[in-house]
Nanobody, 119 residues
Framework: QLQLVESGGGSVQPGGSLRLSCAAS????????LGWFRQAPGKEREEVSC????????TYADSVSGRFTISRDNAKNSVYLQMNSLKPEDTAVYYC????????????WGQGTQVTVSS
């Protein structure tokens, strides 16, 4: 049975950093695109970033480009999101996602982890 377990969320002041992790069990992620999405209260879920199966290609939403970095470790069956220079508007529940390919449909979702940026 597939499980995607996220960790690393929390509360941080503006300008701070957090690193989200998502570890999978029950599925080998090597051949999938891996993405991070977020959903703020009252807003639709949006894609933040995605990394291709071999890690050679990454995409970022304009709102996080230059501040967030996605990476993956296929040996650990994991994907990460390093978030720097956090802003209050980054406050949301962050979800990792297993995609057929980046920009493609999501096959599996993580349970979500809360990120709150506030002074």
């Amino acid at each position: 049975q597939l499980q995607l377990v996220e960790s690393g969320g929390g509360s941080v002041q503006p300008g701070g950093s957090l690193r989200l992790s998502c570890a999978a069990s029950g599925l080998t992620l090597d051949y999938y695109g891996l993405g991070w999405f977020r959903q703020a209260p009252g807003k639709e879920r949006e894609e933040v970033s995605c990394i291709s199966s071999r890690g050679g290609s990454t995409t970022y939403a304009d709102s996080v480009s230059g501040r967030f970095t996605i990476s993956r470790d296929n040996a650990k069956n994991s994907v990460y999101l390093q978030m720097n220079s956090l802003k209050p508007e980054d406050t949301a529940v962050y979800y990792c996602a297993v995609q057929i390919y980046c920009s493609g449909p999501v096959r599996y979702w993580g349970q979500g982890t809360q990120v709150t940026v506030s002074s």
